[in-house]
């Protein structure tokens, strides 16, 4: 039995695999930041003496490398059969890598993760959010992050950050980008002790303080277990 304000040791151990290290998201549309967000959190957390372990989705595996190609680059994909495929990436990207990692006490941070599939699969396609989550979580022996950060921009910031489009969902027109976005925030409303919204419309370094803080508060927390 685990007091609801001490964190429970057991928090990641639904799978394989109990763990002890922390399990960080990082969520938002194409262009909002994230890959230069997670290269400046993990440069900070090594510099505090944590081991890090940065990876993404799709695609953080050679099986899922493979998958990456068919979802990205190749022909069209029909919704189901593309919501099967996030989640196998995803399934296999956990048992692989992210699980061993957590067990290890690794803070690992990966660039998208189920909510990336509830928002573009859930909103932008012809799928049950609910469908397109419960696929992820099963994928997944229902692994959640311990926080989720969701990069807020609008699809103009976004496109003028990703400059020349090059994959299938990049080149989708703005109200699909707009009904992903909606979806992040709500995702984000719906569970604040768990996810971090920021207006990441901002300078990079102003972004990375708010993180900063709130993965400060999240390793604290870690501390007293
Ligand atoms: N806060 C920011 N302000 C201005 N430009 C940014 C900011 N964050 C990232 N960029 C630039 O925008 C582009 C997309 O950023 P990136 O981190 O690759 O986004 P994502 O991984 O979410 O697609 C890159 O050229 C990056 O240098
Ligand atoms: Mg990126």
Redesign the pocket.
Known sequence: MTHPHEPDPDRHAAGPGAATGHFIALE???????????ALLGDWLESLGRTVLLTHEPGGTPVGQAIRQVLLHGEHVTPRAEALLFAADRGHHVETVIRPALARGVVVVT?RYMDSSIAYQGAGRDLAAEDVEHLSRWATQELLPDLTVV?DVSPDVGRA???QVHDRLESEPDDFHAAVRRRFLDLAAREPARYLAVD?????DD?QLDIRRRVTALLDQGALS
């Open positions: 938002g549309g194409d262009g909002a930041g994230k890959s230069t967000q997670a660039d990069l950050r990703r400059g990441a419309g901002r300078p990079a972004i």
